[in-house]
């Protein structure tokens, strides 16, 4: 099975644009979480949806938003772009629920704002 | 709400050395505790598990018991390698809200 893939691998942004970052999750996962990872603060918890559905949401301003599609793919977009927001964006899946199961991670996208 | 807290890093070590990584929760329920290994590079993969008091997690060498009344759940390795240099998380996951916790990782460098 292939794992978890996250696409673009690397990205440089500059501020005040926008951004859509995809993830694809292992076959049959339904669910995906993403995550942001920073130095200071380790990984901190964004979004998780289920069957298109976002189901779980973490403490993050609106600019960040998320989807995903009917294949289970999701993407994760982060509108009017901080320096802040500078960080490895990780997304996990699972087959459900992600906090009764084993979560798979991808690589990352790693997204600098200048 | 829940809080992992680990200890900083690096941690730096000798081939062959013990390893401890103190990881400490807070939490509102009863929780799963997990340690999370990431190589430079690559995205997070399970390390151990454990799902309830008195639980003893392992895999390749590593260790942590679950400790409910210190609230603790410290990763051990007898004798580590410079193949185990790596960020290390803990973390646990509340089944009622569905939503895992990471603490802030510990690197671990491990000079042969």
């Known amino acids: 099975k292939a794992g978890v893939t996250q696409t673009p691998r690397y990205l440089i942004k500059t501020r005040g644009q926008q951004v859509t970052l995809s993830c694809s999750p292992i076959?049959?996962?339904?669910?995906v979480s993403w995550y942001q990872q920073t130095p200071g603060q380790g990984l901190q918890f964004l979004f998780e949806?289920?069957?298109?559905?976002?189901?779980n949401k973490g403490n993050f301003p609106g600019r960040f938003s998320g989807r995903q599609f009917s294949n289970s793919r999701s993407e994760m977009n982060v509108s009017t772009l901080e320096l802040g927001d500078s960080a490895l964006y990780l997304c996990?899946?699972?087959?459900?629920?992600?906090?009764?199961?084993?979560?798979?991670f991808g690589s990352g996208t790693q997204l600098s704002v200048l | 709400g829940d809080s992992v807290t680990q200890m900083e890093g690096p941690v730096t070590l000798s081939e062959e050395a013990f390893l401890t990584i103190n990881c400490t929760y807070t939490?509102?329920?009863?929780?799963?505790l997990f340690w999370y290994v990431q190589y430079p590079g690559e995205g997070l993969q399970l390390l151990l598990k454990?799902?309830?008091?008195?639980d003893k997690g392992s895999n390749k060498g590593f260790e942590a018991t679950y400790r409910k009344e210190t609230t603790s759940f410290h990763l051990e390795k007898g004798s580590v390698q410079v193949s185990d240099s790596a960020v290390y998380f803990c973390?646990?996951?509340?089944?009622?809200?569905?939503?895992?916790?990471f603490g802030t990782g510990t690197k671990l460098q491990v000079i042969p």
């Open positions: 454990a799902t309830k008091a008195d």
């Open positions: 973390a646990l996951s509340d089944r009622g809200y569905q939503k895992v916790t």
């Open positions: 076959s049959g996962h339904r669910s």
């Open positions: 949806y289920f069957s298109e559905t976002q189901r």
């Open positions: 939490a509102t329920g009863y929780p799963s």
């Open positions: 996990a899946s699972s087959e459900d629920r992600p906090a009764n199961e084993k979560l798979f």
